[in-house]
């Protein structure tokens, strides 16, 4: 019932920046954190940031001063902006998010995820 989709993800320069965003559909109740993970080939997947209903942002220590995690509840969309972008900064990105679903229910959703990849 309930969905995420992700956007924004591309190819880009090192140094560039790119704005991810996530749409949160269907039967939604309540949305408390959401947030952003992403994957390498290799490696296992990492946060990168997230962000609490009260505004609460925590975020990765390899991306701190570079990226930044905002949220429009009207739209339900979680955006991640990306600058000063590393080639080590590419990965496939997924948004999650902690949705209130009813009857007291919540349930942790995923993204099918956006791939970022930066050039040196």
């Known amino acids: 019932q309930v969905q995420l989709v992700e956007s924004g993800g591309g190819l880009v320069q090192a140094g560039g920046s790119l704005r991810l965003s996530c749409v949160v559909s269907?039967?939604?109740?309540?949305?408390?954190?959401m947030g952003w993970h992403r994957q390498a080939p290799g490696k296992q997947r990492e946060l990168v940031a997230s962000?609490?209903?009260?505004?609460?942002?925590d975020y990765g220590d390899s991306v701190k001063g570079r990226f930044t995690i905002s949220r429009d509840k009207t739209k339900n969309t979680v955006y991640l902006q990306m600058n000063s972008l590393k080639p080590e900064d590419t990965a496939v990105y997924y948004c999650?998010?902690?949705?209130?679903?009813?009857?007291?229910?919540?349930?942790?959703?995923w993204g099918q995820g956006t791939q970022v990849t930066v050039s040196p």
């Open positions: 962000i609490t209903s009260g505004s609460i942002t």
């Open positions: 999650n998010a902690d949705i209130g679903v009813g009857l007291g229910r919540h349930v942790g959703s």
């Open positions: 269907g039967r939604i109740f309540s949305i408390n954190a």
